[in-house]
């Protein structure tokens, strides 16, 4: 039995929930399915917490575009809208160390023009000359007609993930 891209969509989420704040968003204008957020704050105190030391904060924002063959028009439509989307969220700081935003496309198929633009995608931005922190953004595509995980190079981390909820959905075909 063959999972479908929404079953294989719906794991990865599960995946997600148990890590990340996921709430299901809906765009009209964009095949938006869900959003992810994580939070961390890491800080190094001596004897009690008001002897702080030092303070850092990590966040994390993944938006999840369901798509049934991806287009490089709609691939920017929808790394625009979460870019700045994203840029909002982040409230760069002295305890700001840095940000992700990830941009997860779940297809069937995906035009070649598209495949490129994710691989070529770099956005960086430092704030306060990376005093205040520093942002960027990760792009991947999970392929699943073909059975393939592509991503821009800051995502790169994110290629093992997805292969193993690929590999899943083809254990159960098979």
């Known amino acids: 039995m063959e999972t479908t891209r929404q079953e294989m969509l719906n794991h990865i989420l599960e995946f997600y929930k148990g890590y990340y ?20 704050l890491n800080e190094k105190y001596v004897l009690t917490k008001k002897a702080n030391l030092w303070r850092a904060q990590v966040h994390e924002y993944v938006y999840f575009f369901d798509v049934d063959c991806l287009q490089k028009e709609e691939y920017e439509r929808c790394l625009k809208y979460a870019h700045q989307d994203g840029m909002q969220k982040i409230e760069p700081g002295p305890e700001h160390m840095y940000s992700f935003i990830t941009v997860v496309f779940v297809c069937d198929k995906a035009e070649q023009d598209a495949v490129k633009a994710v691989k070529r995608c770099r956005i960086h931005k430092d704030f306060k000359l990376s005093f205040h922190g520093w942002m960027d953004v990760k792009t991947a595509i999970v392929n699943k007609g073909e059975g393939a995980v592509v991503t821009n190079r800051c995502g790169k981390d994110l290629t093992k993930l997805f292969r193993k909820f690929l590999h899943q959905t083809q254990t159960i075909k098979n």
């Open 21 to 40: 704040d996921v709430s299901d968003e809906q765009k009209e204008d964009l095949p938006l399915c869900a959003t992810a957020a994580f939070h961390q």
